[in-house]
């Protein structure tokens, strides 16, 4: 598995001042998406809705507003 290309703007096109910190989105070979983003799964896991899960492996993982907003259009439709 590896990175294809990133989804959206980079850090520094969204005005990190250093660009090396913060949230980003990639797709990968396998067609998935790796994403980069502050754990929060200790504060979220017990608000989860009732028809929503996740396994020990799986973490879940806050990203900006912004940076999803500027993924928008890179993502595939199909």
Known sequence: ???VRRIGASPRERGS????TCPDIFELTD?????IGTDRTDLLDSELPADAAR???ERI????????IRARGDIPEA
Do not use: C, H, P, W
Request: charged share 15%.
């Open 55 to 57: 396994a020990d492996y």
């Open 31 to 35: 067609g998935s998406f790796a994403v």
């Open 1 to 3: 598995m590896k990175i």
């Open 17 to 20: 001042q250093t660009g090396q």
């Open 61 to 68: 993982v806050v990203i900006s507003r912004e940076t999803l």
